[in-house]
């Protein structure tokens, strides 16, 4: 009994090791939340930390990237934008990571999500997922020369009936 319970506790602890910082619906969520909001959201998570803010074409790029040294490199990027005629915004978010299972984990998620595999194939460097639903564009890429992977999520444009 008591080599079951440190056999149980051994592999929770390499699950927690190697655990993913985050989900494929925080991800989404990210995409509906302001700047400051997402902002706001990723420090007080107390997974990611600030790394630097970049000024691109008047927007005001944020870089997260985990605490935690006992996890791969893990980084989010928040604060791109496309501001349509009627002045709604339509915002993206990029998460990178230097353990491709963590994009796999990705692609389980946004499959149990419903979302619509649109295309999946190889390029000389990734392999490529785009998934679709009526609210988000998202792109999975997985590298086949090096270890890692990124997924990019932009907002659509959404027309109610």
Do not use: W
């Not at 989900?23 to 107390?46: I, M």
């Not at 998620?109 to 419903?114: F, L, M, P, T």
């Not at 998202?138 to 020369?145: K, R």
């Amino acid at each position: 009994m008591k080599r079951y319970c440190l056999l149980l506790a051994m592999l929770s602890l390499c699950s927690i090791v190697r655990a993913q910082s985050i989900s494929f619906f925080d991800l989404t969520n990210l995409t509906n939340l302001t700047d400051g909001q997402a902002h706001t959201y990723l420090s007080l998570g107390n997974v990611f930390k600030h790394q630097y803010l970049q000024d691109v074409d008047g927007k005001k790029i944020e870089h997260f990237r985990t605490k935690s040294n006992q996890v791969k490199e893990q980084s989010i990027t928040i604060g791109e934008n496309t501001i349509l005629s009627n002045g709604v915004i339509l915002r993206t978010v990029t998460y990178d990571t230097r353990d491709p299972q963590h994009i796999v984990n990705l692609i389980a998620q946004a499959r149990s999500a419903k979302l619509i595999m649109k295309f999946q194939g190889q390029d000389e460097q990734n392999n490529i997922y785009k998934f679709d639903n009526e609210f988000y564009f998202v792109t999975m890429l997985i590298s086949t020369t090096e270890n890692k992977g990124s997924v990019v999520i932009t907002q659509k444009e959404f027309a109610g009936y």
